[in-house]
């Protein structure tokens, strides 16, 4: 009953855990804010310490930006890449946290007792869960399961910019047969691995009319107006079932899986419950689709925002000179980000008329991940999952992205198995962030039981 | 030759008359500001003594808001009513004045000297050529010719508040054969009469679907978007030819006149030019119309402005919970602006999906004004002006609304004579507002022979 021994290990140091886990969330280490960048630099550190501490040979990496934290122990047995990211989001607006935001506390949540704190799910509470499980493992064992690679980034919360650049300088040292990646959510009350992500495709339209806004009075009905081409533009993205119009779209998007839309299909999913959290009712999507294929594996359009004009209180009867706004696509399948980019930028190209000017800009483009979910790992990983939360464990999809899955298939050869135990109202990214405790324990049991399997 | 004596007068005493202007130039006497009431006050006090020294029993006249000042004077013959206003836009941004906005100077400009200053052209450079007109006429004949009324605002910068309550209370005293206006442009160098007025109508749209900003990953292709709905609402206000699909919008909207028609046509308006210097080359408006209808006899439909979900630097992948937009209609002959509000307001609500709401905010909405050009006095005024300007006078349109000349018509039947000397680079409402002394001179010999013609 080795596993059972480790498990336990887990309960009794569970309090120990918490601990460290608190000494961690009290680093502001905020990547996108340069005065933070000792902290950050310190949250590496205390990482590799805690790593050495547990027996890996672990060293804090520079980069250009911040530092990369890896970590390499255990022997034998299949090789695991963990990685997990400990930069976290600026705390603003400060005002509306109910208590500091690197001051992390346990308070009473809707199903039991939460960590609370910047950080506490998005991601250092998520990775920590992996740690302690290979703290516990290695009280118990002496050693690791199997070979594992410990990968830690400062700059997850800032666009990675120094991320593809370290995995092609650090390939050999980072190749696994199989990454973890503990940085998503649970579906409600069951255990998730997410075998698809979307990419993702951002642009910015800037159709600009006259020098200087004009007089509605004097030019109006004359004069090209951009906020009417703009809308003009934006309202043809879509045709009245829902489908996008840019020519080619839809090349690469695959049909749903059967076995996947099977597991969806038992999810119980309720879209007006889901929707209803937000003041909303019923799926807006395409025409005969169902609401999880809307967010999980059909791509999408969205305006994300736009302006022009006098947009302060009253009233301003100017005419615009400038009407501008941004969009994402969210892609599936093997779409193309470059040639979806191409084709929209020529088609909005076409529709721009005589004096009025259009200019783009780019706001990033990555492919959709799709893992390869028929390799044994994931049914392995599966069925531990399931057996500690006593519920069966689904393949699910996620709307957003999280693009160091695709760098790890591109640049590593390598697939991931994206396991979280977040909750939907972490509020991560906002004030108030939580971490329910029970997340954290069964998360680091969860590890355990995976790495067990995996390594036998 | 009692007409040529009044016009040596003028030209004897105009450089007392610019020294009376630069007087009332230097108070600022701006009506949207409290800071600057006792400053309105003074300028309505100034106005009132400067009438009763040439012979007009005057009064200052409060109000709720600023005072308004009421000239009576000369007896016989027609009755006129003159109007002007005597507040001033702010002056901001002071950083963009080349001198001191109240400190009034003479400088070169483009076509010889001007009189710089906040002011100089609207209003107070204008009001006062018909004062000096008026002061001419009265230092050689000893009285004016005809029976007339003085009538000065001081709110027409912010909104005229007070204005419609004054007129209805003071419909004996104010209610004249024909009202003369003194606050437009010249077109290019011909003198013109302005016959019509375009109405304004203002709406904003509010289109509200979550209660919060989503994340469009988690939420994209599932939830309402409000700002792909505001797009589609704007796309479909016009069809393909650039006529406003507004059910009944065009209820009302003359055939243009042959007689105008034939006017402007003469006026040599080449858009090109016109358009040039602000960018554009062409005319967008509807098809088949020509370019000064699009802007004088043509309805329009324009969006002033519009604002939905991330606007600022740099990307966020949210997908909106509200988008709105600002719109104005410019309205021509009898459309009923709030028939039109009515039918656009039904138009958007059907337009609304399930889960999106949408909520109105009313911006004014005012008829457009056409004057009875066929009463005589509009030919007889229009010759008076050709024979100053040695050029022949034209009836025009004007894009904007003036909303005084519409209350006039309502409240006391009367049309109006609007007859300005403003020019088009006068920077009325902006930095180094400037008002030509060619404009200023020629105007007070204007208004004397239409005064003369008038009361013939």
């Known amino acids: 009953m080795t596993l059972d021994a480790v498990l336990s290990r887990v309960?009794?140091?569970f309090d120990a855990s918490v601990a460290r886990l608190m000494r961690?969330?009290?680093?502001?280490?905020?990547?996108?804010?340069?005065a933070y960048a000792a902290d950050c630099d310190a949250a590496a550190a205390w990482l590799a310490e805690d790593l050495t501490g547990i027996g890996l040979t672990a060293s804090v990496r520079p980069t250009t930006g911040r530092a990369m934290?890896?970590?390499?122990?255990?022997?034998?047995?299949?090789?695991?890449l963990f990685y997990g990211h400990y930069d976290v989001q600026p705390a603003d607006p400060l005002a509306l946290w109910d208590s500091p935001p690197f001051e992390p506390r346990i308070e009473d949540g809707p199903r039991g007792k939460v960590l609370r704190g910047r950080g506490a799910a998005d991601d250092k509470g998520q990775l920590m869960t992996f740690v302690e499980a290979c703290r516990a493992w290695t009280a118990v064992h002496g050693a690791l399961p199997c070979r594992?690679?410990?990968?830690?980034?400062?700059?997850?919360?800032?666009g990675s910019p120094s991320l593809v650049p370290f995995l092609k300088d650090n390939a050999d040292e980072l190749s696994a047969d199989v990454a973890l990646i503990c940085d998503t959510d649970m579906f409600d009350d069951t255990p998730a691995i997410v075998t698809q992500l979307r990419g993702l495709l951002g642009e910015e339209i800037i159709v600009t009319a006259a020098n200087r806004d004009l007089h509605s009075g004097h030019y109006g009905g004359m004069a090209a107006n951009p906020a009417r081409v703009l809308a003009g533009i934006l309202a043809g993205l879509h045709d009245d079932r829902g489908r996008i119009t840019v020519p080619g779209f839809y090349d690469g998007v695959p049909p749903l899986d059967p076995m996947l839309?099977?597991?969806w299909d038992e999810l119980g999913f309720v879209p007006g419950e889901f929707l209803g959290e937000v003041g909303l009712s019923q799926p807006a999507g395409e025409e005969g689709k169902s609401p999880l294929e809307m967010v999980?594996?059909?791509?999408?359009?969205?305006?994300?925002?736009?302006i022009s004009g006098y947009t302060g209180e009253g009233f301003k009867t100017v005419l615009p000179?400038?009407?501008?706004?941004k969009l994402s696509f969210r892609l599936v399948g093997t779409q193309d980000?470059?040639?979806?980019r191409e084709s929209f930028r020529a088609m909005v190209r076409d529709q721009i008329p005589p004096d009025c000017s259009v200019e783009f800009r780019d706001h990033g483009a990555s492919p959709a991940s799709h893992m390869r979910t028929d390799a044994p790992a994931f049914e392995t990983a599966r069925q531990a999952l399931s057996r500690e939360w006593e519920r069966e464990a689904a393949f699910i999809g996620a709307g957003g992205s999280i693009p160091v899955a695709g760098y790890f298939q591109t640049h590593l050869g390598m697939d991931s198995l994206l396991i979280g135990f977040g909750r939907s109202d972490d509020a991560i990214h906002s004030p108030n962030e939580k971490y329910d405790l029970a997340s954290f324990h069964k998360g680091i049991r969860s590890w355990v039981r995976i790495l067990a399997a995996l390594s036998a």
């Open 296 to 306: 999980w594996s059909e791509p999408t359009c969205e305006i994300n925002g736009m």
């Open 321 to 325: 000179a400038q009407a501008s706004a």
């Open 337 to 340: 980000p470059l040639a979806i």
């Open 261 to 263: 839309r099977a597991q």
């Open 69 to 80: 934290v890896v970590g390499q122990g255990g022997d034998g047995g299949p090789h695991l």
């Open 24 to 34: 961690l969330l009290e680093i502001p280490s905020i990547s996108t804010d340069p």
């Open 11 to 13: 309960d009794t140091d």
């Open 148 to 158: 594992l690679t410990v990968f830690f980034e400062g700059e997850e919360e800032s």
